[in-house]
């Protein structure tokens, strides 16, 4: 179980998302309980449990041992690294050469209007937003992937779904320990890490993607 867990490690890296940290942030900044980010993590959060959940029972459909005729995880989980991988590696290819940053205006107005929503709408709208995220769902694949691969039994397995949706969601649970654990005085440090996050997200983004769609790769390679 251990070294499953370890594995998450780089995805939990590629999970760093700039704009939902910016969007929590920025909720917390005017919202002094922070309930409607509480709202946006609890909702992520249960998103990716149920996608999770399904992608585990997509998985436990394929045969462990080979079956004439049948395809067994052996031949399927390595390409299923392989091509999320390399889906991943082009996506920061493209995040970094081609896609532009949103402009400072354009992302205050999305966040304005954001803003105006109240903590079940977003809760909703969160947890909705992992079914069409295909950044989110390929992680979560992956992360269902290593599970299965390295484990079969279904307590440890749904244990193990537990850790991932928290390793996929720590960066948006950091700035919420902040403003808990410091209250207002926690407030200039978000700010700082909103700012930084709003002026680097491209990179972060790339290196993330990057990273974690090499580590699929490799990790493809040598199950082929």
């Known amino acids: 179980m251990l070294l499953v867990i370890l594995q998450f490690v780089p995805l939990a890296l590629a999970a760093i998302t700039p704009t939902m940290v910016i969007f ?10 922070a309930k409607r980010a509480f709202a946006v993590v609890a909702g992520r959060y249960l998103g990716l449990l149920v ?12 045969p462990e041992d080979r079956v004439s005729g049948k395809l067994d995880q052996f031949e399927v989980l390595p390409v299923l690294f392989l091509v999320i991988g390399i889906g991943l590696m082009a996506a ?6 081609v896609k532009g940053v949103p402009s400072e205006e354009n992302q205050q107005s999305i966040l304005s209007r954001l803003r105006r929503l109240n903590a079940p709408v977003l809760f ?6 992992v079914f069409v995220s295909i950044r989110q769902l390929s992680l979560l694949i992956a992360g269902t992937a290593i599970i299965k691969e390295e484990s079969d039994r279904i307590g440890e397995n749904l244990f193990l779904l537990v850790i991932l949706c928290l390793a996929m969601i720590w960066p948006m649970v950091v700035p919420l320990g902040i403003k808990v654990g410091m209250g207002e005085r926690g407030d200039a440090l978000l700010e700082r890490l909103r700012d930084w996050m ?5 990179g972060i983004n ?19």
Do not use: P
Not at 124 to 129: I, K, Q
């Open 124 to 129: 909703v709208a969160c947890f909705g937003t």
């Open 51 to 62: 996608a999770g959940f399904v992608a585990l029972f997509v998985l436990h459909q394929i």
């Open 198 to 202: 709003g002026a680097h997200q491209q």
């Open 206 to 224: 790339s290196a993330v993607l990057g990273f974690f769609g090499g580590v699929l790769v490799a990790k493809g390679i040598a199950g082929l």
């Open 92 to 97: 920061a290819g493209y995040n970094l050469m």
């Open 24 to 33: 929590v942030t920025a909720l917390m900044a005017t919202d002094g309980n």
